[in-house]
């Protein structure tokens, strides 16, 4: 009984032996199976002798490392601004705005105003040796100083403008040949110099031949005269057209209207085509064909109103050449033509050139009116023209109406 006590203790001894031991080793070589509430400890550094770690191993695999043991700091928000545009190409042909501080620069305020001038007198003949005291050229009511002064016989610019419609000029009747007689007539009276172009209108005018001194050109342009297109004849679209192209030609110029004068189905109102024909500085000179037609029909009975109609367009083609330092001629009979053209001829070639630098330098567009006077000086009243007798006689001064004065130019 005594010896079963005595193994009985020894057994349980080696049972609480046994459960101790292997609890105390395993505490040792698992650290990491104390609890979360303890401190951790920092990691046991190697030894001085150890082996370095191995790079290649580290870049392989960077995420190796245990996560406790290196702090990385925080990833910034990507930044969305787009990055700044890089500067252009500066190109070698482009002009710059602002010039070397080196390069001189220039400016002329001055403005210079030409002005031709026909004197006749009551028989529409030029009036010769004017001397220049004479002259007075008003701007706008101002009186002008005269600064160049001359008077010469200079090649001309012309164009022929010939209305050219169904209504009255068709083929080989008596408005087609007096048309044609009248073209080719005013064509011979051209010198070799002058240059001359041919523009034939009806519904839109239509450019036959340009501006040469060949008149080969001009007389093939009129054969083409022999069918018209249109019973239309738009003569205010016609004359400002052919005046705005011509507002740029230097010299001497002016256009020949040969035509009725009737004006059916322009785009424009006479006043537009009065104020657009004033600011061309083009002189116009108008002759009226059919006039023998129309006596013949106010004898046979025609009606008042187409009657009105054709003594306005008599008093529109004199408007427009007055106003532009031309003539008006309204010829009944095919013989008087040589007459008229020897009379357009002598004025265009017979005139005084004036010119002189303005007193209103303001450049505001605006359009000036200009008048010329003739004055004795000394008395500073309209002079007094006298004939071969003595006798007084009447005379008409011919000039422009006035200017466009420039714009500022920036």
């Not at 007689?181 to 064509?187: E, K, M």
Request: proline fraction near 8%.
């Amino acid at each position: 009984m005594k010896q079963r006590c005595i193994l009985a203790g020894a057994a349980g001894l080696a049972i609480a032996l046994i459960a101790f031991v292997p609890m105390h080793g395993g505490a040792q070589e698992t650290p990491q199976s104390q609890s979360s509430d303890s401190v951790a400890k920092p990691k046991k550094q190697p030894p001085a002798d150890a082996n370095p770690p191995n790079n290649d191993a580290q870049q392989d695999n960077p995420q190796s490392q245990s996560s406790d043991s290196v702090a990385r700091p925080k990833k910034q928000p990507t930044d969305t601004t787009p990055a700044p545009e890089s500067a252009p190409i500066p190109s070698e042909y482009k002009k710059s705005k602002t010039p070397p501080a080196d390069t001189p620069t220039f400016r002329s305020n001055a403005t210079t105003v030409n002005v031709d001038i026909s004197v006749l007198d009551d028989h529409n003949r030029f009036i010769p040796k004017i001397p220049r005291e004479d002259f007075r050229i008003l701007e706008d009511g101002i009186p002008q100083q005269v600064a160049q002064f001359g008077l010469g016989d200079a090649p001309i610019t012309i164009c022929m403008l010939i209305e050219f419609s169904g209504r009255f000029q068709r083929f080989w009747t008596s408005g087609w040949y007096e048309t044609l007689q009248a073209s080719y007539g005013f064509l011979s009276t051209l010198k070799p110099d002058d240059n001359v172009a041919v523009v034939e209108y009806d519904l839109r005018p239509t450019i036959l031949s340009d501006f040469s001194p060949d008149k080969r050109k001009a007389e093939q342009a009129l054969g083409e005269l022999r069918i018209p297109g249109f019973s239309e004849s738009n003569v205010f679209d016609a004359l400002t057209d052919m005046a705005d192209r011509m507002s740029g030609i230097e010299g001497r110029k002016a256009i020949l209207l040969l035509g009725t004068g009737l004006d059916t189905f322009s785009k424009i109102t006479f006043d537009t085509a009065r104020k657009s024909l004033q600011e061309s500085g083009v002189p116009i000179y108008t002759v009226s064909i059919l006039q023998i037609a129309r006596i013949m029909a106010e004898d046979r009975g025609m009606s008042p109103m187409a009657d009105m109609t054709f003594l306005q367009a008599d008093n529109e083609m004199r408007t427009f050449s007055k106003e532009t330092g031309g003539l008006s001629f309204f010829p009944r009979f095919i013989g008087e033509y040589p007459e008229v053209f020897r009379q357009i001829e002598f004025a265009l070639r017979n005139q005084y050139s004036l010119s002189y630098h303005p007193t209103n330098t303001a450049k505001d567009g605006k359009f000036r009116r200009i008048k010329v006077e003739l004055i004795n000086p000394s008395t500073n009243e309209p002079l007094r023209v006298t004939n071969e007798k003595g006798k007084p006689i009447k005379y008409q001064i011919l000039a422009k109406a006035g200017y466009k004065a420039p714009r500022e130019v920036e």
